[in-house]
């Protein structure tokens, strides 16, 4: 079964709007990206997925959890997720 194509696309965890079109016939097929963007989002937040990153957080805060790909951010123990725990001495611990 193929996917549907809005689902051929990596999908990603932050959404900031295209710019809305000038022409007002333009708007439904603007509309229904946006939404099919929303929903690939919402998609994401829904089951967790983590986008891998491959750069060190410029302002990580106590709790955060991010996935290292590995290469160029790699905080300790290779490729993984990891959490941002700040007790004292701040670091990232692989979950």
Do not use: C, H
């Amino acid at each position: 079964m193929a996917n549907a194509p809005s689902k051929n696309f990596k999908s990603v965890n932050r959404w900031s709007p295209n710019p809305a079109p000038v022409n007002p016939e333009d708007l439904p097929d603007y509309l229904f990206n946006e939404l099919n963007r929303l929903g690939d989002i919402l998609f994401n937040l829904d089951t967790f997925r983590l986008e891998p990153t491959n750069v060190v957080p410029a302002k990580p805060r106590d709790g955060d959890i991010r996935y290292a790909d590995g290469t160029n951010w790699n905080p300790g123990s290779g490729q993984g997720i990891y959490a941002y725990i700040d007790d004292g001495s701040p670091a990232w611990e692989k979950l």
